[in-house]
Protein backbone atom coordinates (compact mmCIF):
# COMPACT_ATOMS: atom_id res chain seq x y z
CA UNK A 1 0.00 0.00 0.00
CA UNK A 2 1.35 3.34 -1.31
CA UNK A 3 1.92 5.81 1.74
CA UNK A 4 -0.54 8.35 2.35
CA UNK A 5 0.71 11.86 1.87
CA UNK A 6 0.08 14.10 5.15
CA UNK A 7 -0.19 17.47 3.90
CA UNK A 8 0.16 19.14 7.51
CA UNK A 9 3.56 17.36 7.77
CA UNK A 10 4.76 18.68 4.43
CA UNK A 11 3.97 22.14 5.35
CA UNK A 12 6.25 21.50 9.06
CA UNK A 13 8.96 20.21 7.29
CA UNK A 14 9.08 22.71 4.57
CA UNK A 15 8.77 25.44 7.40
CA UNK A 16 11.20 23.98 9.29
CA UNK A 17 14.01 23.76 6.12
CA UNK A 18 12.99 27.39 5.84
CA UNK A 19 13.76 28.35 9.07
CA UNK A 20 17.15 26.36 8.47
CA UNK A 21 18.02 27.99 5.50
CA UNK A 22 17.74 31.63 7.35
CA UNK A 23 20.19 30.40 10.31
CA UNK A 24 22.75 28.84 8.22
CA UNK A 25 24.71 31.99 8.15
CA UNK A 26 24.75 33.54 11.32
CA UNK A 27 25.47 29.31 12.34
CA UNK A 28 28.23 29.80 9.85
CA UNK A 29 29.68 32.53 11.41
CA UNK A 30 29.24 31.13 15.07
CA UNK A 31 30.86 27.99 13.71
CA UNK A 32 34.17 29.86 12.74
CA UNK A 33 34.08 31.55 16.37
CA UNK A 34 33.50 28.76 17.99
CA UNK A 35 36.34 26.88 16.28
CA UNK A 36 38.69 29.48 16.73
CA UNK A 37 37.83 29.92 20.52
CA UNK A 38 38.27 26.26 21.18
CA UNK A 39 41.74 25.92 19.30
CA UNK A 40 43.18 28.69 21.50
CA UNK A 41 41.26 27.19 24.83
CA UNK A 42 42.91 24.04 23.80
CA UNK A 43 46.76 25.69 22.94
CA UNK A 44 45.90 27.51 26.26
CA UNK A 45 45.13 24.15 28.31
CA UNK A 46 48.12 22.16 26.37
CA UNK A 47 50.35 24.50 27.96
CA UNK A 48 49.41 25.39 31.48
CA UNK A 49 50.47 26.76 33.71
CA UNK A 50 52.18 29.13 31.08
CA UNK A 51 55.24 30.01 33.39
CA UNK A 52 59.24 29.09 34.34
CA UNK A 53 60.09 28.96 30.59
CA UNK A 54 63.91 27.86 30.20
CA UNK A 55 65.15 26.20 26.71
CA UNK A 56 65.60 22.39 26.61
CA UNK A 57 68.65 20.89 28.28
CA UNK A 58 68.87 18.39 24.92
CA UNK A 59 68.03 18.88 21.23
CA UNK A 60 63.84 19.09 20.99
CA UNK A 61 63.90 16.23 18.40
CA UNK A 62 65.16 14.24 21.12
CA UNK A 63 62.46 15.00 23.22
CA UNK A 64 59.82 14.71 20.88
CA UNK A 65 60.50 11.09 19.13
CA UNK A 66 60.63 9.25 22.97
CA UNK A 67 57.97 7.73 23.89
CA UNK A 68 56.96 8.02 27.60
CA UNK A 69 57.73 5.20 29.65
CA UNK A 70 54.82 5.51 31.71
CA UNK A 71 51.26 7.09 30.03
CA UNK A 72 48.29 7.27 32.27
CA UNK A 73 44.97 5.52 30.85
CA UNK A 74 43.64 8.93 32.31
CA UNK A 75 46.06 10.89 30.22
CA UNK A 76 45.68 9.18 27.19
CA UNK A 77 41.97 9.30 27.06
CA UNK A 78 42.07 13.28 27.56
CA UNK A 79 44.22 13.60 24.82
CA UNK A 80 42.10 11.75 22.30
CA UNK A 81 39.24 13.55 23.40
CA UNK A 82 39.66 16.84 23.47
CA UNK A 83 40.87 17.13 20.13
CA UNK A 84 37.49 15.45 18.59
CA UNK A 85 35.06 18.69 19.25
CA UNK A 86 38.54 20.66 17.63
CA UNK A 87 38.34 18.13 14.29
CA UNK A 88 34.23 18.74 14.38
CA UNK A 89 34.27 22.32 14.01
CA UNK A 90 37.06 23.01 11.84
CA UNK A 91 35.21 20.69 9.73
CA UNK A 92 32.18 22.86 9.66
CA UNK A 93 33.64 26.35 9.95
CA UNK A 94 36.13 25.52 6.59
CA UNK A 95 35.02 25.76 3.51
CA UNK A 96 35.63 23.70 0.66
CA UNK A 97 34.08 19.72 -0.02
CA UNK A 98 33.31 17.83 2.93
CA UNK A 99 36.87 15.35 1.98
CA UNK A 100 38.64 18.91 1.65
CA UNK A 101 37.54 20.09 4.84
CA UNK A 102 38.23 16.89 6.72
CA UNK A 103 41.67 16.36 4.99
CA UNK A 104 42.47 20.11 6.13
CA UNK A 105 41.03 19.99 9.71
CA UNK A 106 43.23 16.84 10.35
CA UNK A 107 46.23 18.39 9.19
CA UNK A 108 45.16 21.58 11.16
CA UNK A 109 45.18 19.69 14.21
CA UNK A 110 48.14 17.76 13.72
CA UNK A 111 50.18 20.98 13.11
CA UNK A 112 48.47 22.07 16.26
CA UNK A 113 49.38 19.23 18.32
CA UNK A 114 53.19 19.34 16.87
CA UNK A 115 53.75 23.03 17.60
CA UNK A 116 51.95 22.42 21.47
CA UNK A 117 54.18 19.45 21.89
CA UNK A 118 56.96 21.68 20.53
CA UNK A 119 56.76 24.35 22.72
CA UNK A 120 56.04 22.07 25.74
CA UNK A 121 59.81 21.33 25.90
CA UNK A 122 60.66 24.53 27.41
CA UNK A 123 57.92 24.04 30.30
CA UNK A 124 59.47 21.86 33.02
CA UNK A 125 56.18 21.25 34.13
CA UNK A 126 54.78 19.37 30.72
CA UNK A 127 55.97 16.43 29.13
CA UNK A 128 55.85 16.28 25.71
CA UNK A 129 56.34 12.87 23.61
CA UNK A 130 55.26 11.36 19.76
CA UNK A 131 52.51 9.60 21.71
CA UNK A 132 50.57 12.47 22.40
CA UNK A 133 51.36 13.87 19.09
CA UNK A 134 49.81 10.18 18.27
CA UNK A 135 46.97 10.87 20.19
CA UNK A 136 45.75 14.07 19.64
CA UNK A 137 45.61 13.24 15.66
CA UNK A 138 43.80 10.26 16.53
CA UNK A 139 41.13 12.01 18.02
CA UNK A 140 41.35 14.78 14.71
CA UNK A 141 40.64 11.69 12.95
CA UNK A 142 37.84 10.71 15.12
CA UNK A 143 36.38 13.96 14.95
CA UNK A 144 36.46 13.63 11.15
CA UNK A 145 34.03 10.86 11.47
CA UNK A 146 31.75 11.72 13.28
CA UNK A 147 31.05 15.58 11.93
CA UNK A 148 28.70 14.29 9.35
CA UNK A 149 26.43 12.39 12.35
CA UNK A 150 26.76 15.74 13.93
CA UNK A 151 25.70 17.41 10.85
CA UNK A 152 22.86 15.20 9.87
CA UNK A 153 21.67 15.58 13.44
CA UNK A 154 21.51 19.20 13.27
CA UNK A 155 19.76 18.96 9.63
CA UNK A 156 16.87 16.52 9.96
CA UNK A 157 13.74 18.90 10.23
CA UNK A 158 11.96 16.42 12.99
CA UNK A 159 14.04 17.90 15.38
CA UNK A 160 15.50 21.23 14.12
CA UNK A 161 13.07 22.97 16.12
CA UNK A 162 14.64 22.59 19.15
CA UNK A 163 17.75 23.80 17.91
CA UNK A 164 16.30 27.10 17.16
CA UNK A 165 17.55 30.32 19.42
CA UNK A 166 15.90 30.26 22.82
CA UNK A 167 17.37 33.63 23.50
CA UNK A 168 15.14 36.53 23.73
CA UNK A 169 15.40 39.32 20.42
CA UNK A 170 16.01 42.19 22.99
CA UNK A 171 18.73 44.76 23.07
CA UNK A 172 19.91 43.54 26.31
CA UNK A 173 20.23 39.64 26.28
CA UNK A 174 23.67 40.22 25.14
CA UNK A 175 24.75 41.62 28.17
CA UNK A 176 22.85 38.83 30.08
CA UNK A 177 24.76 36.71 28.07
CA UNK A 178 28.01 37.88 29.16
CA UNK A 179 27.38 37.90 32.39
CA UNK A 180 26.33 34.36 32.57
CA UNK A 181 29.02 33.74 30.99
CA UNK A 182 31.46 35.03 33.33
CA UNK A 183 29.55 33.48 35.87
CA UNK A 184 30.05 30.00 34.72
CA UNK A 185 33.91 31.07 33.85
CA UNK A 186 33.93 31.55 37.51
CA UNK A 187 33.39 28.08 38.45
CA UNK A 188 35.56 26.37 35.68
CA UNK A 189 38.34 28.58 35.57
CA UNK A 190 41.28 28.15 34.46
CA UNK A 191 39.69 25.74 31.74
CA UNK A 192 42.17 22.66 32.16
CA UNK A 193 39.99 19.61 31.74
CA UNK A 194 41.42 16.31 33.53
CA UNK A 195 40.31 12.87 33.58
CA UNK A 196 43.03 11.80 36.26
CA UNK A 197 40.91 9.43 38.82
CA UNK A 198 43.25 10.63 41.63
CA UNK A 199 42.45 14.91 40.37
CA UNK A 200 38.63 13.82 40.44
CA UNK A 201 38.80 12.17 43.67
CA UNK A 202 40.93 15.13 45.03
CA UNK A 203 38.04 17.53 43.84
CA UNK A 204 35.21 15.64 45.20
CA UNK A 205 36.95 14.95 48.37
CA UNK A 206 35.97 18.18 50.68
CA UNK A 207 32.20 16.91 50.50
CA UNK A 208 33.20 13.36 51.69
CA UNK A 209 35.88 14.96 55.06
CA UNK A 210 32.55 17.50 55.77
CA UNK A 211 29.93 14.54 55.77
CA UNK A 212 32.34 12.22 57.61
CA UNK A 213 33.92 14.97 60.49
CA UNK A 214 31.12 17.95 59.80
CA UNK A 215 32.30 21.39 59.75
CA UNK A 216 29.45 22.38 57.15
CA UNK A 217 29.07 26.07 56.98
CA UNK A 218 25.93 27.81 56.55
CA UNK A 219 27.25 30.99 55.64
CA UNK A 220 28.70 29.82 52.52
CA UNK A 221 25.84 27.20 51.32
CA UNK A 222 23.50 30.77 52.48
CA UNK A 223 26.06 32.45 49.74
CA UNK A 224 25.68 30.09 47.01
CA UNK A 225 21.63 29.23 47.75
CA UNK A 226 21.24 33.58 47.21
CA UNK A 227 23.52 32.89 43.95
CA UNK A 228 21.80 30.13 42.40
CA UNK A 229 18.40 32.56 42.53
CA UNK A 230 20.19 35.54 41.24
CA UNK A 231 21.41 33.14 38.38
CA UNK A 232 17.82 32.34 37.88
CA UNK A 233 16.79 35.59 37.51
CA UNK A 234 19.20 36.09 34.78
CA UNK A 235 18.13 32.87 32.50
CA UNK A 236 14.50 34.27 33.12
CA UNK A 237 15.10 37.56 31.88
CA UNK A 238 17.56 36.17 28.71
CA UNK A 239 15.25 33.05 27.65
CA UNK A 240 12.33 33.29 24.76
CA UNK A 241 10.13 31.62 27.47
CA UNK A 242 10.61 32.29 30.85
CA UNK A 243 8.60 29.37 32.37
CA UNK A 244 11.32 27.49 30.95
CA UNK A 245 13.87 29.18 33.54
CA UNK A 246 13.43 26.53 36.02
CA UNK A 247 14.74 23.26 33.89
CA UNK A 248 17.61 25.72 32.29
CA UNK A 249 18.94 26.55 35.50
CA UNK A 250 18.67 22.57 37.27
CA UNK A 251 20.31 21.65 33.98
CA UNK A 252 23.05 24.13 33.76
CA UNK A 253 23.29 23.47 37.76
CA UNK A 254 24.04 20.13 37.30
CA UNK A 255 26.50 20.83 34.01
CA UNK A 256 28.77 23.13 36.34
CA UNK A 257 29.00 20.76 39.67
CA UNK A 258 29.43 17.67 37.79
CA UNK A 259 31.90 19.18 35.35
CA UNK A 260 34.10 21.15 38.16
CA UNK A 261 35.89 18.01 39.40
CA UNK A 262 36.84 17.58 35.79
CA UNK A 263 38.54 20.69 35.90
CA UNK A 264 42.23 21.21 37.68
CA UNK A 265 42.54 23.43 40.52
CA UNK A 266 38.76 23.64 40.98
CA UNK A 267 36.75 21.32 44.14
CA UNK A 268 33.42 20.20 45.11
CA UNK A 269 32.08 21.13 48.92
CA UNK A 270 29.15 20.12 50.74
CA UNK A 271 28.30 23.71 51.01
CA UNK A 272 28.11 24.19 47.40
CA UNK A 273 25.82 21.15 46.80
CA UNK A 274 23.35 21.86 49.66
CA UNK A 275 23.29 25.84 48.36
CA UNK A 276 22.37 25.05 44.55
CA UNK A 277 19.81 22.24 45.79
CA UNK A 278 18.20 24.93 47.65
CA UNK A 279 18.47 27.62 45.53
CA UNK A 280 16.94 25.44 42.69
CA UNK A 281 14.08 24.21 44.39
CA UNK A 282 13.38 27.66 45.84
CA UNK A 283 13.44 28.87 42.43
CA UNK A 284 11.21 26.27 40.70
CA UNK A 285 8.14 27.07 43.30
CA UNK A 286 8.01 30.65 41.44
CA UNK A 287 8.04 30.35 37.78
CA UNK A 288 6.87 33.29 36.04
CA UNK A 289 8.09 36.05 33.31
CA UNK A 290 10.62 38.88 33.97
CA UNK A 291 9.69 41.99 35.99
CA UNK A 292 10.95 44.98 37.70
CA UNK A 293 9.99 43.34 41.45
CA UNK A 294 11.69 40.23 39.98
CA UNK A 295 14.82 42.05 38.58
CA UNK A 296 15.06 43.87 42.25
CA UNK A 297 15.04 40.78 44.30
CA UNK A 298 17.56 38.86 42.17
CA UNK A 299 19.67 42.04 42.68
CA UNK A 300 19.12 41.89 46.16
CA UNK A 301 20.03 38.16 46.62
CA UNK A 302 22.90 38.81 44.33
CA UNK A 303 24.61 41.37 46.60
CA UNK A 304 23.80 39.57 49.94
CA UNK A 305 25.55 36.30 48.14
CA UNK A 306 28.69 38.89 47.09
CA UNK A 307 29.07 39.70 51.02
CA UNK A 308 28.68 36.93 52.16
CA UNK A 309 31.23 34.76 49.89
CA UNK A 310 33.19 38.04 50.75
CA UNK A 311 33.04 38.04 54.34
CA UNK A 312 32.74 34.19 55.37
CA UNK A 313 35.04 34.08 58.35
CA UNK A 314 35.69 34.95 61.86
CA UNK A 315 36.74 38.78 62.41
CA UNK A 316 39.11 40.18 64.94
CA UNK A 317 38.64 43.45 67.00
CA UNK A 318 41.39 44.92 65.51
CA UNK A 319 43.01 45.27 61.71
CA UNK A 320 44.92 42.53 60.59
CA UNK A 321 45.83 42.90 56.64
CA UNK A 322 47.00 46.55 55.07
CA UNK A 323 45.18 47.12 52.04
CA UNK A 324 46.95 47.00 48.90
CA UNK A 325 46.88 49.67 46.53
CA UNK A 326 48.77 48.66 43.81
CA UNK A 327 46.37 47.63 41.08
CA UNK A 328 47.22 43.83 40.03
CA UNK A 329 50.20 43.47 42.09
CA UNK A 330 49.32 40.19 43.70
CA UNK A 331 47.72 38.82 40.44
CA UNK A 332 50.58 39.53 38.03
CA UNK A 333 52.31 37.71 41.13
CA UNK A 334 50.47 34.63 40.90
CA UNK A 335 48.86 34.57 37.27
CA UNK A 336 46.58 31.68 37.34
CA UNK A 337 45.14 32.63 40.77
CA UNK A 338 45.30 35.96 39.97
CA UNK A 339 42.87 34.88 37.06
CA UNK A 340 40.35 33.40 39.15
CA UNK A 341 39.83 36.16 41.45
CA UNK A 342 39.63 38.05 38.76
CA UNK A 343 36.67 36.53 37.03
CA UNK A 344 35.16 35.52 40.67
CA UNK A 345 35.17 39.09 41.22
CA UNK A 346 33.94 40.41 38.01
CA UNK A 347 30.34 38.74 37.42
CA UNK A 348 28.44 39.68 40.41
CA UNK A 349 28.46 43.35 38.65
CA UNK A 350 28.38 42.13 35.27
CA UNK A 351 24.72 40.01 36.58
CA UNK A 352 23.88 43.63 38.15
CA UNK A 353 24.32 45.34 35.01
CA UNK A 354 22.20 42.79 32.60
CA UNK A 355 19.26 42.88 35.40
CA UNK A 356 19.21 47.14 35.70
CA UNK A 357 19.35 46.84 31.68
CA UNK A 358 16.57 44.25 31.25
CA UNK A 359 14.66 46.58 33.96
CA UNK A 360 14.97 49.49 31.45
CA UNK A 361 17.53 51.37 32.22
CA UNK A 362 19.65 52.40 28.88
CA UNK A 363 20.90 55.85 29.97
CA UNK A 364 24.66 56.76 30.38
CA UNK A 365 22.95 58.48 33.87
CA UNK A 366 22.65 54.96 34.66
CA UNK A 367 26.13 53.91 33.42
CA UNK A 368 27.77 56.29 35.45
CA UNK A 369 25.96 55.84 39.22
CA UNK A 370 25.76 52.15 38.81
CA UNK A 371 29.51 52.27 38.12
CA UNK A 372 30.13 54.37 41.43
CA UNK A 373 27.81 52.39 43.40
CA UNK A 374 28.99 49.24 42.20
CA UNK A 375 32.80 50.82 42.85
CA UNK A 376 31.42 51.93 46.65
CA UNK A 377 30.11 48.45 47.48
CA UNK A 378 32.94 46.31 46.13
CA UNK A 379 35.12 48.86 48.14
CA UNK A 380 33.38 48.30 51.65
CA UNK A 381 33.42 44.60 51.43
CA UNK A 382 37.34 45.08 50.67
CA UNK A 383 37.67 47.47 53.53
CA UNK A 384 36.15 45.36 56.15
CA UNK A 385 38.30 42.22 55.04
CA UNK A 386 40.90 44.41 56.65
CA UNK A 387 39.72 43.02 60.04
CA UNK A 388 39.83 39.39 59.03
CA UNK A 389 42.57 37.05 59.66
CA UNK A 390 44.06 35.79 56.15
CA UNK A 391 42.17 37.83 53.96
CA UNK A 392 44.09 40.16 51.33
CA UNK A 393 41.94 43.37 50.94
CA UNK A 394 43.02 44.87 47.10
CA UNK A 395 42.35 47.41 44.93
CA UNK A 396 42.06 45.25 42.20
CA UNK A 397 39.03 43.96 43.85
CA UNK A 398 37.25 47.44 43.61
CA UNK A 399 38.84 48.11 40.28
CA UNK A 400 37.52 44.99 38.10
CA UNK A 401 33.43 44.99 39.46
CA UNK A 402 33.42 48.52 38.15
CA UNK A 403 34.77 47.68 34.92
CA UNK A 404 32.57 44.62 34.66
CA UNK A 405 29.31 46.53 35.12
CA UNK A 406 30.50 49.60 32.58
CA UNK A 407 31.82 46.60 30.03
CA UNK A 408 28.31 44.55 30.46
CA UNK A 409 26.22 48.09 30.52
CA UNK A 410 28.30 49.42 27.25
CA UNK A 411 27.27 46.15 25.23
CA UNK A 412 23.20 46.35 26.27
CA UNK A 413 23.41 49.52 25.32
CA UNK A 414 25.13 49.14 21.77
CA UNK A 415 22.47 46.51 21.07
CA UNK A 416 20.12 48.08 22.12
CA UNK A 417 21.07 51.66 20.03
CA UNK A 418 21.83 49.31 16.99
CA UNK A 419 18.20 48.40 17.44
CA UNK A 420 16.60 51.53 17.63
CA UNK A 421 17.80 52.16 14.02
CA UNK A 422 15.39 51.63 11.03
CA UNK A 423 17.05 48.61 9.20
CA UNK A 424 19.24 47.23 11.72
CA UNK A 425 18.81 44.05 13.45
CA UNK A 426 20.51 41.81 16.12
Known amino acids: MPPVSDPNRSHEIGAALERYSTLSKPRSRLTRLMAGA ?37 DMATNVLIYIPASI ?43 DLMLNTTGALLGTLAAPLVSTAFRYPTILPAYENPLRDEPATWAGVTALALWIGSHWAPFVPSLDPWQVWQSVKPVWITIRDGGFDPVVAGAYTLETLAIGVVLTGVLRNPYLAPVSLAGLMAMLLVGKPLIVMRSLSA ?17 GPFTRRRAAF ?33 HLTNPISGILDLIDTAWPAAVLAYLALRSGAHRRGTLACGALAVLAYAGALEWLQRWQPESYPDVTDILVPGFAWVITFLIGMRSHRAAARPGQTL
Open 271 to 287: ESLAGVAIGTLLFALAP
Open 298 to 330: GAGALLAAWAMATLAGAFSATPQEAFNWIPLRE
Open 89 to 131: LLVFALPGARLQRAVLAVTICAALSFSLEYLQAWLPARTPSSL
Open 38 to 74: YLLLLAYGTLFPLRNWRPPGIPVSDILLRLPTYAPSA
